[in-house]
């Protein structure tokens, strides 16, 4: 079984960052990544990053703010975030999925291609 640990939540003001980190244990390499559910709403993708090839996929609101890297030796992601505003305010969860869906168009959306999902982590940002 695969056990996703979560770090790096909590309080940030608009227009700063904060840095969550997913380490992965229990399982062999997996294509790794994030989504998010803000208060009252349904969960969503945010980012993941592809093994296979090192690919990275972002959905459009938090591109050019968001940054995800992987640390293959510790089996670690990380989500830089910056610029934060208040609609980034979620509980965050880290994901893990064993397929790499080469050739398909936006597998990473759909909540049932993965395999795994952490406990979630809460990241607030302040107006």
């Known amino acids: 079984q695969v056990r996703l640990a979560e770090a790096g939540g909590g309080l940030a003001q608009s227009g700063g960052s904060l840095r969550l980190s997913c380490a992965a244990s229990g399982g062999t390499t997996y294509n790794m990544g994030w989504w998010r559910q803000a208060p009252g709403k349904e969960r969503e993708f945010v980012t993941l990053?592809?093994?296979?090839?090192?690919?990275?996929f972002y959905r459009e609101s938090v591109k050019g703010r968001f940054t995800i890297s992987r640390d293959d030796a510790k089996n670690t992601v990380y989500l830089q975030m910056d610029s934060l505003t208040p609609e980034d305010t979620a509980v965050y969860y880290c994901?893990?999925?064993?397929?790499?869906?080469?050739?398909?168009?936006?597998?990473?959306?759909?909540?049932?291609?993965?395999?795994?999902w952490g406990q979630g982590i809460q990241v607030t940002v302040s107006p």
């Open positions: 990053f592809r093994w296979t090839d090192g690919s990275t």
């Open positions: 994901v893990a999925a064993s397929k790499s869906f080469l050739g398909v168009t936006d597998p990473w959306v759909h909540d049932w291609v993965y395999d795994f």
